[in-house]
């Protein structure tokens, strides 16, 4: 079994990678399509989510949790085999009926349809639970790495009107589609063929469909909201909307990854010893609160400006948007610990689906009462309040065996030094006289990185082995002190 600490450095170094694409990326796409051709990659890309949904039912986690689960190579390969007839399936399903919805309905987006199809047809080759039921992540690391930067250099340099709409689907599309099929190029490490019957399927499509009940629900408001913005307000306020999702999904992507690595490792402990899967996930708990806070509260300090210097004129209200985003993104960040860390590794399915089809309802009603009224601010109050609903659930019924809430609060210090930062940024931007925006937001980043690093510091020192970081600090120390 691989190293957590390798795995969560693994899948932390791409994530990076993760933040920094859409950083030279984002620019370029808002100053070159514009906030309604966004808007139209947007919905359309929504669209083919849905599809995407039920090509994979709920194989990414039920494949991840059943493949760290196997004990032998053949009973892996058996397992792989079984699943992946399933998906399959579901994939060839999928991919006709969306061609054949996007020919006959989608009249003035044909074109884009047909490419962003290509989003489904890459379900059929998604085989990343394999690798990380069994906790290779340097194999998708190293791939995806690969395909990310040639798709930057991609939109770069092809990516430079509101024609090109069409292209960059097809660079976002295209990409994903050669990024799966990669994998099979390095399936033979872990599994070998293995015929399947289709009396050998009917075992894993019960668990299958439980899992993918909360995966439709996810989907309502992931999906939702850019497709009734769509629908009630107008291309632009999609638009805005998406811009402003990116930039926050760009650092809770990288505290969810936290929550990648520890789904196998939970899985194989959360029934043998309860007294070390809370110290799993207490770590990875201050980890998300640690992150969530500096990078939440970072963004909000920083947002009036950071917008117009990164997405160009034009996207103002995105400064508003992104406030919104930060509890959202805190929130969710808990949400993940409760659910990807520790209901879905115990098999808590029932209690899973609960939560995320509470969230989904909140977030229906909503989106229906906001949105008309308040466009993409609307849409992101619903988001918020349907992750509210979804942790309050998830943590409830959790309770019996942990105590997230209780757990939570160990480290509510961090919001604490989270708006001390926010207070600092903006006390020193009203006293910095310097016009150049790029100089200005950079020292206005180094003042709040600072700020925060010193408060989690002192903290740190103080606790020592109590925290992670702590923890981390005080080995340093000693090794210090023995080179000495």
């Not at 293995?194 to 009917?202: E, G, T, Y």
């Not at 439709?216 to 992931?222: D, F, V």
């Not at 400064?319 to 949400?335: A, D, I, M």
């Amino acid at each position: 079994m691989s190293s957590l600490k390798k795995n969560i450095g693994l899948q932390m170094s791409y994530r990076i990678l993760t933040i920094i694409t859409p950083l030279i990326t984002s620019p370029i796409i808002s100053r070159a399509l514009g906030a309604e051709k966004i808007g139209v990659y947007s919905a359309t890309q929504a669209y083919a989510n849905y599809f995407m949904l039920f090509a994979m039912l709920g194989i990414e986690y039920y494949g991840q949790r059943s493949i760290a689960n196997t004990q032998t190579r053949n009973e892996r390969s058996v397992m792989f085999w079984e699943i992946y007839a399933v998906q399959c399936t579901a994939s060839i399903v999928s991919i006709v009926i969306y061609y054949l919805s996007a020919f006959f309905w989608a009249s003035t987006r044909v074109t884009i349809m047909m490419i962003q199809g290509l989003w489904v047809i890459s379900c059929l080759f998604d085989i990343n639970w394999l690798f990380f039921g069994v906790e290779d992540f340097k194999t998708t690391v190293t791939r995806n790495f690969i395909v990310k930067v040639a798709t930057v250099c991609c939109i770069i340099f092809f990516i430079r009107k509101p024609s090109d709409l069409c292209f960059y689907a097809f660079i976002m599309a295209g990409s994903t589609a050669i990024s799966q099929l990669l994998l099979w190029t390095k399936i033979g490490k872990y599994a070998d063929f293995q015929k399947v019957r289709f009396a050998q399927l009917k075992k894993h499509l019960w668990p299958i469909v439980r899992l993918f009940i909360p995966m439709i629900a996810l989907s309502i408001y992931h999906f939702m909201d850019k497709t009734m913005l769509d629908l009630l307000s107008t291309e632009a306020e999609v638009g805005y909307y998406y811009a402003a999702d990116k930039i926050i999904y760009i650092p809770l992507g990288l505290i969810t990854a936290i929550g990648t690595v520890m789904l196998p490792r939970i899985s194989s402990i959360v029934g043998e010893s309860k007294e070390k899967t809370e110290k799993l996930l207490s770590k990875s708990t201050e980890l998300s609160i640690c992150m969530s806070c500096a990078v939440g509260f970072g963004i909000a300090a920083i947002a009036r400006e950071f917008v117009p210097l990164f997405f160009g004129d034009g996207y103002e209200k995105c400064v508003n948007l992104l406030v919104l985003f930060v509890p959202v993104l805190f929130v969710k960040s808990l949400s993940n610990i409760v659910n990807q860390q520790y209901l879905i590794p115990a098999k808590c399915d029932n209690q899973y689906t609960l939560a995320v089809t509470g969230g989904a309802i909140v977030n229906l009603i909503c989106n229906g009462l906001l949105i008309p009224q308040l466009g993409s601010v609307g849409a992101t109050l619903g988001t918020l309040m349907a992750e509210l609903s979804v942790l309050t659930i998830s943590a409830h019924c959790a309770k019996k065996e942990i105590h997230f809430f209780r757990m939570f609060s160990r480290y509510s210090y961090y919001l604490l030094f989270g708006m001390t930062m926010f207070i600092a940024v903006r006390f020193f931007d009203l006293r910095l006289d310097i016009e150049q925006p790029i100089i200005r937001l950079l020292l206005m980043i180094m003042i709040g990185g600072g700020v925060y690093s010193i408060l989690c510091m002192t903290v740190w020192l103080k606790v020592k082995e109590k925290s992670v970081f702590g923890g981390i600090l005080n080995s340093l120390s000693k090794k210090g002190a023995i080179r000495k």
